[in-house]
């Protein structure tokens, strides 16, 4: 099974898992036998060559991408179709390697000892215990009466400690770019991008023999969404600081990605899953986003502020539970409170916001960002053609398909007040999303029609079957 992953490393040390999932190629073949049109949307003539707006936050490119968009059709040899037009938005190709690292970035270092510190805590706990039970009986009474005596004095010093970490959470909330949100940062940027430089020379490692060239057809279309992308917000610093460079990987896993220095990596499975070049804005889009809104970053301050606090309650899982067994037992209760409580929700809000950020930006490039929740329902029926089971929301990373569709919907008519502020031309032709409904409603009745058929043909006596069976 491939997954589609929205960020590939949150750069805590943990890996997440994609949020797309499904055989590229059983579902296209699906879609060819059984519903034809379904991925079809007829195009909106998005990428004309729209007006210079003169608000502060439209930006248009010079030249047009393309003068009709029809569902993407990219042929690993030949040139592009017809309606691509030149580009004139400068992407840098060439590969920069940045000098050495004269010692590891920090957040690299709290990765690497995060280990050593739960294993110091459950030292510390387990001869806290030892040394408990080693004690003589009145010994123990002792003690116990002199934390009676001094209870108020233990009070004030965890009081304390509970202050510090309270001034230290709130002097290191900073405002969140384009949102706005109050945010943990205890990372700095330079950071991450030292990070994210290592991350990339990882992956050009592993992907060097699958990179395609930049004559390939399939690398000036994800190369010219890129650009139109960018060229649309450049009046967001955070856009135009980057360098955004391109990498197609001829792999058939619905994958992309982005790093938080720039790095675009898309992978060809992408390219065939997608619907049109609608979609694929909106899924690049989203990707930026995290890169803009500097996720990775985020969620690692996070993650480390939770992992530090969290080690004051190993300390004492280990030092108050009389065993092993059960402090270990202990020890992965609190692991899984603390990821099904802070982490996975935290990581949905993350997913949320690209996806809001991403459509901003799409709208801004004129797309069609009615097409946007259409993506997400037809992940959802590939899931359920496939039989694949679903998992609830709350035990995954990033939010369900259904819910992403519903709230890109409601997303959808701010998406296109921006759009017509930015002076971008009407969009024409029948909604994407009426498409959708249509087809599906087509297919159901198909699908119920043959399954009726088949159950009279092979017993007209019996009952007809239920159509969830069917």
Request: hydrophobic share 40%.
């Amino acid at each position: 099974i491939n997954r589609f992953r929205c960020q590939r490393l949150d750069l805590s040390g943990n890996t997440r898992n994609c949020f797309l999932t499904g055989n590229p190629d059983f579902y296209r073949n699906f879609i060819s036998k059984e519903l034809k049109c379904l991925l079809n949307v007829p195009n909106t003539g998005v990428y004309r060559n729209a007006h210079h707006s003169s608000r502060r936050f439209c930006f248009q490119s010079s030249q047009p991408l393309g003068e009709k968009i029809t569902p993407l059709q990219i042929s690993s040899t030949g040139e592009l179709p017809h309606h691509f037009s030149a580009w004139n938005i400068h992407i840098i190709r060439s590969l920069r390697s940045s000098p050495s690292f004269q010692a590891a970035p920090v957040p690299l270092f709290w990765i690497i000892v995060k280990p050593a510190q739960k294993l110091l805590a459950i030292i510390l706990g387990r001869s806290i215990r030892n040394w408990w039970k080693a004690l003589p009986p009145n010994k123990r009474e002792l003690f116990k009466e002199s934390a009676r005596k001094n209870k108020w004095k233990i009070l004030l010093g965890v009081s304390s400690l509970g202050v510090v970490f309270i001034m230290f959470y709130f002097t290191h909330l900073e405002e969140t770019p384009i949102t706005g949100r109050a945010r943990l940062l205890v990372f700095g940027k330079e950071h991450f991008r030292e990070l994210s430089q290592m991350e990339y020379e990882m992956w050009m490692e592993e992907f060097k023999n699958q990179m395609l060239p930049e004559t390939d057809a399939r690398y000036q279309v994800v190369e010219r969404v890129v650009g139109h992308l960018s060229e649309s917000n450049k009046d967001i610093p955070e856009v135009s600081a980057l360098k955004w460079v391109i990498h197609v990987v001829d792999e058939p896993g619905v994958n992309a990605f982005v790093l938080p220095n720039g790095q675009v990596f898309v992978f060809t499975g992408l390219l065939d899953a997608v619907s049109d070049i609608h979609q694929l804005s909106f899924i690049l889009g989203h990707e930026i986003a995290h890169a803009v809104l500097e996720h990775a970053a985020e969620k690692a301050s996070l993650v480390h502020f939770l992992d530090f606090l969290s080690l004051i309650f190993l300390t004492m899982i280990w030092a108050i539970c009389p065993r092993d067994s059960l402090a270990v037992v202990g020890q992965w209760i609190q692991s899984k409170l603390q990821e099904f409580m802070f982490d996975r929700p935290y990581s949905r809000t993350l997913e949320a916001e690209a996806d809001k950020v991403g459509l901003q930006f799409a709208a801004k490039a004129c797309v069609d960002v009615r097409a946007s929740s259409v993506f997400w329902q037809q992940m959802e029926l590939a899931e359920t053609i496939q039989g694949q089971p679903r998992i609830p929301e709350w035990l995954s990373t990033h939010p369900s398909h259904e819910n992403r569709a519903e709230r890109l919907e409601r997303l959808i008519p701010q998406a296109l007040k921006i759009r017509e502020s930015c002076n971008c031309p009407s969009l024409s032709g029948p909604d994407p999303r009426l498409i959708f409904r249509l087809n599906m409603q087509h297919l159901l009745e198909s699908s119920k029609d043959q399954g009726t058929s088949n159950s009279t043909k092979q017993d007209p006596s019996k009952p007809k079957s239920d159509f969830a069976h069917t």
